[in-house]
Every structure is written in structure tokens, then in C-alpha cells.
């Protein structure tokens, strides 16, 4: 039994990890890769759409980590992003419904 993932699967992962990391490239030399492994553009926007929600949702819990450590180091009694609520679980879903978990 072979471990090597199949040219499509590290594609996906591919374009998925450039997303969520903010690379310069974004993936988008994958896109035709994927194309051409026969992927849809449906499970292509799935993956986009997942990481994503990857990415925003780990931008949205350091800016509420750093606005609580902000407002704790200028004593600060104004109010900050980290009033907003953030969901606290491993995962939340996307905002179509979509796990990424």
C-alpha cells in the first residue's frame, strides 16, 4: 500500500495552505492543475471558500488577542474589538455551512 497522495489531493492542499497564509502567489498556479486532474470548480470553491474562512477567522482571534493584551497593558477602560464575540471552538463552520473541521 502506497502512502503518496494522489497529484490532485496535493494540489488541493496546495492552493488550500497559499490561501490561508496570505502567500503573494495565492495558489492560483494550481487552479489549472487541478483543472486538468478533472477537480470541479465546485470543489475548487469549496477549498477557496475553507480556507478562507481559515485564514479570516485566524486574523479575526489574534487581533481580539492583541486588543485584550492592549487594553490590559494601557489599563484601558475603552472599548475594544475583543468585545466581539469570537467563537472560542475549534472550528466554526463557513459562512455557507461548510465544516472545516
Do not use: W
Not at 494550481?30 to 478562507?52: C, H, K, M, N, P
Not at 474562512?53 to 482571534?61: G, L
Not at 463552520?93 to 465544516?99: D, E, M, Q, V, Y
Amino acid at each position: 500500500m502506497s502512502s503518496d497522495l494522489h497529484p490532485s489531493i496535493v494540489a488541493l492542499v496546495s492552493l488550500a495552505a497559499n490561501i490561508a497564509s496570505n502567500h503573494p502567489k495565492q495558489g492560483l498556479c494550481q487552479i489549472e492543475r487541478l483543472e486538468g486532474y478533472g477537480v470541479s470548480r465546485a470543489q475548487i470553491d469549496t477549498v477557496v471558500e475553507i480556507a478562507r474562512h481559515i485564514r479570516d477567522e485566524a486574523a479575526q482571534k489574534l487581533d481580539v488577542s492583541f486588543d485584550e493584551a492592549y487594553a490590559v497593558q494601557s489599563r484601558g477602560a475603552a472599548k475594544t474589538l475583543a468585545a466581539i464575540a469570537v467563537n472560542d471552538g475549534c472550528c466554526s463552520p463557513t459562512p455557507s455551512g461548510k465544516s472545516c473541521c
